[in-house]
T-cell receptor, first 116, second 117 residues
């Protein structure tokens, strides 16, 4: 079955430190991949997306993600974390062009805590 | 990016009343919108896919008669929680799918917090 795994439920980093959030997918083809961020009590904001082409994708707020086909991964990175980055991060897969369904498959989320 | 709004942002109601939540795409048209429910500290649970001009497609286990969805225009979808009960209290989020073919993306609204007393 198709699935998205975010192995880390919680991550704590110090402000200024680098960050990597992991996302692995189980899928029969290269899906479309997304990272979203959710602040408490808010909706989801799109950080970045990958459809094809360059496997290193730049997003908003200084985030980037790298698609690695061999590892079925789409990890999110930021070189220097700011206190305002504390939030919940969701990885999502859009299987539409291989399954015909528009429905995203979401990971369970990673809650990021930033220490001052 | 595309902007999606929701109204109201928060609603408190008595058990047995119906509550309507609006989801609007502000700067684009969306033939497909989605309604999600999110429990505390959990991921999003898709409730239904809303297609403009046709009936919504509900996920397994979601009561169609309880969660009424109408997508009457290309910029508006509504979710009505009929005869709400305390167990319907939750955070409801909508999204709209938009983009050029092959690059469609879901953009999410800010969510609506429903509390049923």
């Amino acid at each position: 079955a198709q699935s998205v795994t975010q192995p880390d439920i919680h991550i704590t980093v110090s402000e200024g430190a680098s960050l990597e959030l992991r996302c692995n997918y189980s899928y029969g083809a290269t899906p479309y991949l997304f990272w979203y961020v959710q602040s408490p009590g808010q909706g989801l904001q799109l950080l970045l997306k990958y459809f094809s082409g360059d496997t290193l994708v730049q997003g908003i707020k200084g985030f980037e993600a790298e698609f690695k086909r061999s590892q079925s991964s789409f990890n999110l990175r930021k070189p220097s974390v700011h206190w305002s980055d504390a939030a919940e991060y969701f990885c999502a897969v859009d299987p539409f062009y291989t399954s015909g369904t528009y429905k995203y498959i979401f990971g369970t989320g990673t809650r990021l805590k930033v220490l001052a | 990016g595309a902007v999606v709004s929701q109204h109201p942002s928060r609603v408190i109601c008595k058990s047995g009343t119906s509550v309507k939540i609006e989801c609007r795409s502000l700067d684009f048209q969306a033939t497909t919108m989605f309604w999600y429910r999110q429990f505390p500290k959990q991921s999003l649970m898709l409730m239904a896919t809303s297609n403009e001009g046709s009936k919504a497609t509900y996920e397994q286990g979601v009561e169609k008669d309880k969660f009424l969805i109408n997508h009457a225009s290309l910029t508006l979808s509504t979710l009505t929680v009929a005869s709400a009960h305390p167990e319907d209290s939750s955070f409801y989020i909508c999204s709209a799918r938009v983009g050029p073919q092959g690059q469609e993306t879901q953009y999410f609204g800010p969510g609506t917090r429903l509390l049923v007393l």
